[in-house]
């Protein structure tokens, strides 16, 4: 198996415009996770989906971001409009079942926004 | 609200030596934890899963162990090589939750 799947793996974009960034899960995982990786705040949950439904978004920032996931093999993050402070790196990870496995991570995206 | 801490932030030495990595966390209701590598610029690994219900796991050279009424976990790499240099990161997975709570990770350093 290819592993989770990430593009792009870097972005560079003005302060205002909109991002997306795209994971394509393992095949047959079932759940999907968005997280945010910075220095000060190290790494956090964003989002995650269970059979392609979002189960719990409380990490998500602000309404400037939006994920969705309209296959079991596809989901994007969108950041509009985006903000220099949304500079992160952003990882999907995927697993299947239930809490006792264990999630596999994508290589991120480095997202700059200038 | 669940906090993992990883102490040391920082950690350098020789090849060859044993060495132990340190992950607290405060809540002890968790369905399991996890430890990571991840390599500058790169995903995460998952190097060893430890259900709430066991003591330890091995895995090659690395041997994790988790004390879930003291809030602590601990990751042992033996005979340490330059190759393992990496940060290691570990994550709680809260009962009742898919969350995992990531600590801030140990950057550790084997120097030839």
């Known amino acids: 198996d290819a592993g989770v799947i990430q593009s792009p793996r870097h972005e560079v974009t003005e302060m205002g415009q909109e991002v997306t960034l795209r994971c394509k899960p393992i095949?047959?995982?079932?759940?999907l996770f968005w997280y945010r990786q910075t220095m000060m705040r190290g790494l956090e949950l964003l989002i995650y989906?269970?059979?392609?439904?979002?189960?719990?978004d409380s990490g998500m920032p602000e309404d400037r971001f939006s994920a969705k996931m309209p296959n079991a093999s596809f989901s994007t993050l969108k950041i509009q409009p985006s903000e220099p402070r949304d500079s992160a790196v952003y990882f999907c990870?995927?697993?299947?079942?239930?809490?006792?496995?264990?999630?596999?991570f994508g290589p991120g995206t480095r997202l700059t926004v200038l | 609200k669940q906090e993992v801490t990883q102490i040391p932030a920082a950690l350098s030495v020789p090849e060859g030596e044993n060495l132990v990595l340190n992950c607290s966390f405060t809540d002890s209701a968790i369905y399991n934890l996890q430890w990571f590598r991840q390599d500058p610029g790169k995903g995460l690994t998952s190097l060893l899963l430890?259900?709430?219900?066991?003591r330890e796991q091995t895995s090659g050279r690395l041997n994790a162990s988790l004390d879930k009424s003291s809030g602590r976990s601990t990751l042992y790499i033996a005979a340490s090589q330059p190759g393992d240099s990496a940060t290691y990161l570990c994550?709680?997975?809260?009962?009742?939750?898919?969350?995992?709570?990531f600590g801030k990770g140990t950057k550790l350093t084997v120097n030839p």
């Open positions: 430890i259900q709430s219900s066991q």
């Open positions: 994550a709680v997975r809260q009962g009742g939750s898919e969350k995992l709570v």
């Open positions: 095949s047959g995982h079932d759940y």
């Open positions: 990870a995927s697993s299947w079942g239930t809490s006792y496995n264990e999630q596999f």
């Open positions: 989906f269970n059979n392609n439904v979002p189960i719990d």
